[in-house]
């Protein structure tokens, strides 16, 4: 079982940034694959991006390529999502998610946190 902590969110004007750090309590941690997702009011969860193991290999959905950046620290068993340039429609719950397989789905992930809300103002 793995347990997830999210935090780092906040209000932010438009073109501000945030940093979001996702913590596991896990002594596998580099064993497994880590993605961010968001959803906003009314819609489905989304994918926003996902990295490898080995923190080597970094995957983003297009709505946030180029402005957001994944990393992760296995020793400290922790992910972070640094957003960039940040806009109205990125306001949204994001949840840090755990995986042990490759994929962009919500049905790829394992484990879950509870989510922290961003939201973005003009």
């Known amino acids: 079982q793995v347990q997830l902590v999210e935090s780092g969110g906040g209000l932010v004007q438009a073109g501000g940034s945030l940093r979001l750090s996702c913590t596991a309590s896990t002594r596998t941690f580099s064993a497994y694959r880590m993605g961010w997702f968001r959803q906003a009011p009314g819609k489905e969860r989304e994918f926003v991006a996902s990295?490898?193991?080995?923190?080597?290999?970094?995957y983003y959905a297009d709505s946030v390529q180029g402005r957001f950046t994944i990393s992760r620290d296995n020793a400290k068993n922790t992910v972070y999502l640094q957003m960039d340039s940040l806009e109205p429609e990125d306001t949204a719950v994001y949840f840090c998610a755990a995986s042990d397989r490759v994929g962009v789905r919500v049905n790829d992930y394992d484990y879950w946190g509870q989510g922290t809300q961003v939201t973005v103002y003009s």
């Open positions: 990295i490898s193991r080995g923190g080597f290999g970094q």
